[in-house]
Every structure is written in C-alpha cells, then in structure tokens.
C-alpha cells in the first residue's frame, strides 16, 4: 500500500523559493570581484535566478546540459547555480586554481556549453578557449563599466545578459533525481573524475547537516563560507544557508587573513567554515594586530586535518567553538562533524581541544563502516584502524560518464580511501588517506598524528610525512618542516620534542627542512609531488 502524503519533490529552487518567500529580506553581503562590499537579499537573488534560468533556456540549454563556473563565492555565482539547476541544466564548478590542462580536460568532459566566469579568470580562459571547442559562448559576472577587452568568443557582461529577461518565468517540474550539479575530484592521481549531485542529494544534504548536532544553521546566523564554490560543492553553504534562512556573507576572491578578519567582524558573522590554510592566514593576521572576533561562535574546520595546536588557539584563547569536518567532493561533500554528545558534552579545555584531533559524528544521511583489507567489518572500539567507507542518499553511486568503473562494494559501501578508527560514541578519527599511511614492520604509523605534534612546536610553521623505502622494515616516517619565520629549530629539538609524545617506532628517521611544501587546487599537502621530491633519500638503515 502507498501513502497518501503529496509527491513534492526536493528540487534545489524550492530551497530558494522558501528563502525569498519566509527570509525575503535577509541579507546577502559580498565582497565583489570589483572591490566594494555588495548587498542583496533571498528575494532579489531569487528574482535573478528566475532570470538566469529564463535565457538559459531561451538560449536552448537542455535538460541535462552543462554549464560552468569559473568563480569566487558571490551572489552572482548563487544565482548561476540556481538558475541553471531551475531549468533542469547542470551547474558544473570548476576550479580555477587548477593546473591549465586539467581545467581544458575539465570542461571538455563535462562537454560544458556556457562558462560563466569572473573578470579574474578572462586571460586565463582566452589562453584556453581555442582548446575548448565545446564552449559556445562566456558570460562575465560583471557590469558594463567593468568588462575588460576580451577576444573571448561571444562575450558577454552578465548583468547586460541578465537585463534582456523579465524574469517571468517558473522552474521546470524536474525528477528529484535529475542532475543538478558536478564538481570534479581534484584528481591528485590520474585524471580528474566529476561527481554529479542531484536534486534530491543536494536538498537532502542541506537538510541533514542543519540539525543542532550538525552545522545546525538557523535564521539568526549569519555564515561566511571560506570555503569557495568550487570546492567540494561549496560544502553546501549555497543550499543549508538559504534553507535555514541564514544572512550569508560572501567573501569573493579575498581569502587573506586581514580581508576574512575584516567581513567577519564588520558583518557580524556567527559561523564560519573553511580548510585549516585559510585559518591560518586569519589567525596570523590576528596575532601580528592583537585584533579578536566578537561575533563569531563557531567555527568548522575540514577538508584536510585540523593541527591541534590550531583548535586550541581558536577555542581557549578566542572563545569560538571549534567543530573539526570531514567530507569529500563524492559526498556532497559533509560526512562528519565533531560537536559534543551527552557522552562528550561536559569536556572542557584542553580535553574539549583533544576531542576535536577527531573526525566527528556522522549525520542521518551518512551510514559508515571501516573494513579491513579483507572487507571484514571491524569494531568501533577507537583503535582498530580500518578502510573508512560510506553509503547514503547524498553519496556518490558512479563517476561522471562511467569513470573509474564500478565504485562500490557489493553492500553498496563507497571507498572514501581514507583510514581511520571509530569509537564506541560513534566518533571517527581519520589516520590518513590509505595511499600515505605508512606501513612499517606490518604497522601502520599515521602520518596526520606525526604532522599534528609536530606543528604544535612553535618554531614549525607547516609539517608533512611521507614514508621512505627501508630496507628492513618497507617504510619508515621522514619529516619534512617548514621552519617558522623568527624561530628555526634544528634536528634534534623537534625529535626531542616528540619524544614520549608518540610511539618509540613511530618518531621520524631523519627531518628535513624545507621553505615549502607543495599543496594540491584543494589546499591539501600534496603527498604525491613530495614523495616524488624525496624518490632518491635514503635512511640510514
Ligand atoms: P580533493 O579533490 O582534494 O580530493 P576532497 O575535498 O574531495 O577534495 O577531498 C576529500 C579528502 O580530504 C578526504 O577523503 C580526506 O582524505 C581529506 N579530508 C577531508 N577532511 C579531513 C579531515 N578533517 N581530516 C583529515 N583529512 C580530511
């Protein structure tokens, strides 16, 4: 027997729809590519949107089509998004600061029709466009006054774009499950692989990470995503802020520590995300001006480990909760977020910062498991350490046009590639991405535990592990350190140093420094280049 309820399907616009209809007003701020700060709200982003989809489908964009985005976090690129999604088209992010050839292979792929970009990517793209044929036209989220000289091919301001439509227009009846958007893997091996989301995935997302054990958003927030669009599915932000009836404020294409510091305090945000790099360009610009934040309450940090040293700062000496994230692209992307449950509520100080080197708590949506490498479930029991892998309404099935082949385990579980250890409260910890887990004499050291310790020494500004061939144990850790600025400390005070912090067998064979360490388009420590850089080192054995 079926129930008698009505089929409303969950379709991104009607996210939109309830923010401009009970949040009209609220505000949306952004920092504009052009320079000054912008203001608009749900309604008029709404009323946009309606325009975008109206030309889109004037122009004979399909159902199922692509159109991308080359673009900081801005009210134009939300009502790229919305529009498109509202005809049935796809919105495909694509992020700029990948390497030139992987965007051409990119947008080639996804067979992307239009680009929408900002002005700071228009010479990147007349380089580009004689290799992307498929690219019939670009449309530049500015005004006339702004608009460079361009030799694009049918170039276009977006607000001239937008001002030929009335907006009159309605979204499309659409499947739940139709395509609505896709963001590629930054492919750190191999070539890029595009994850597609659905209507339905992206809704059921937003929802499921609002809850108060979540992310948990409500309309008195008011959200600064420094994450950009173009990673992982803007975290969501795009769809959980609206949804909640959230002020968002934008930051565009100013990531720097001064420029964040600057939005959140003068625009009075309340939340804030974003990937451990872009905090620490906050909290040094903090540091050097003595400034503090007296809005901001809470803060999630994700999409690479949260060093501990960084969680402290932010929680003991700001007062700002800190909830440490982890997702992926394939996962729309939240997969945990470490808040407290009754088990862990009374924590405080530094047993609070201890709770938070984990992972987090899954959200309904997210069913989880860790194998070992003979499949066989293992216990969550905070040791025994396993392949991290996840199924639910807002994960990945497949790769954009079959890539990659089949990506699921019979039991319809998705590999995350990740290792990493549950405990009985149900909080996951991630030890590393199973590629860069170093095996040792039938061990597994974690190379995200060594780097944690190791940056908590002041005299280390950014700390990575790789393991080095040995010949009698297979690998062994080496560190590599970025020495601080006004402090350098040699070998034998970071060894010393980690002594008796961790595992005889798991202290580093050799340090070495370095003045960089290279970093992926996502802002992750770039595992593959450095073992690369190290191919030849040898350890003493
Ligand atoms: P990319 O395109 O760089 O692969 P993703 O955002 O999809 O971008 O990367 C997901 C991966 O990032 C995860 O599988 C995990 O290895 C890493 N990651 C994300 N959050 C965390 C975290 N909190 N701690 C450790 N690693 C994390």
């Known amino acids: 027997m079926l129930g008698l309820m009505q089929d409303w399907p969950l379709l991104c616009h009607r996210i939109l729809d309830h923010a401009a209809r009970h949040h009209g ?63 049935g088209a796809v919105y495909h992010t694509v992020n700029p600061r990948l390497f030139p050839d992987q965007i051409t292979y990119i947008v080639n792929h996804a067979e992307d029709r239009l680009v929408f970009a900002d002005v700071t990517f228009v010479a990147l793209l007349e380089q580009l466009q004689d290799k992307l044929p498929c690219v019939e036209g670009f449309i530049i989220l500015t005004d006339r006054a702004h608009m460079p000289q361009t030799s694009l091919r049918n170039a276009q301001a977006y607000e001239d774009w937008l001002a030929q439509a009335d907006g009159d227009f309605e979204w499309a009846a659409l499947d739940e499950r139709a395509a609505a958007g896709m963001c590629y893997t930054s492919g750190t091996t191999g070539n890029p692989k595009g994850v597609v989301y659905t209507h ?49 404020v934008l930051p565009g294409m100013k990531m720097d520590g001064e420029s964040i510091y600057d939005l959140l305090e003068n ?26 934040l007296s809005h901001l309450k809470r803060i999630a940090i994700g999409g690479a480990a949260l060093p501990p040293a960084m969680a ?46 984990k992972a987090g708590i899954a959200p309904f949506t997210v069913e989880m498991k860790i194998t070992g490498d003979d499949g066989q479930e293992m216990p969550w ?69 060594i780097e944690n310790l190791a940056m908590a020494h002041p005299g280390i500004r950014e700390a990575a592990v790789i393991g080095i061939a040995h010949p009698k144990w297979d690998e062994r850790p080496l560190l590599i350190v970025v020495p601080a600025e006004d402090r350098a400390p040699g070998k034998t005070e ?47 054995p």
């Open 25 to 87: 007003a609220r505000e949306v701020v952004t920092r504009s590519v052009e320079g000054p700060v912008h203001r608009t709200n749900y309604g008029e982003i709404r009323a946009r949107a309606l325009k975008v989809a109206q030309l889109l489908e004037r122009y004979g964009i399909r159902e199922g089509q692509r159109v991308a985005t080359l673009a900081w976090t801005t009210w134009r690129h939300m009502e790229v998004w919305y529009g498109a999604a509202g005809i």
């Open 267 to 292: 625009e009075r945000v309340t939340f804030t995300d974003g990937v451990p790099t872009v905090w620490q360009m906050l909290l040094a610009h903090m540091g050097q001006s003595g400034k503090r």
């Open 381 to 449: 029991d905070g040791t025994s350490r396993g392949n991290l892998k996840v199924r639910g309404p807002a994960v990945s099935s497949a790769y954009f046009k079959g890539a990659g082949g089949d990506i699921l385990d019979p039991d319809g579980f998705f590999d995350t590639g990740d290792v990493a250890t549950i405990d009985a409260n149900g909080y996951m910890q991630i030890s590393d991405r199973s590629k860069d887990i170093i095996k040792s004499g039938g061990e597994w050291i974690s190379s995200i535990d």
């Open 494 to 540: 970071i060894l010393e140093f980690l002594a008796g912090r961790i595992a005889k067998w798991w202290m580093p064979d050799d340090v070495v420094f370095v003045e960089e360490i290279p970093h992926t388009a996502t802002g992750k420590i770039h595992k593959t280049v450095l073992r690369q850089q190290f191919a030849g080192y040898s350890l003493a």
């Open 200 to 248: 339905r995935s992206n809704v059921l997302h937003a929802m499921a990470v609002n809850v108060p054990d979540m992310v948990g958003l409500s309309s008195r927030d008011r959200v600064l995503p420094a994450v950009p669009m173009f990673h992982a599915n803007g975290w969501s932000i795009p769809f959980s802020a609206p949804l909640a009836g959230a002020a968002l």
């Open 312 to 357: 402290r700062t932010f929680q003991i000496d700001y007062g700002i909760d800190v909830m440490q994230a982890w997702g992926m692209t394939e996962m729309s992307p939240i997969g945990a977020l470490c808040t407290a449950k009754p088990e862990t509520a009374a924590l405080d100080g530094e047993e609070r910062v201890a709770l938070q080197e």
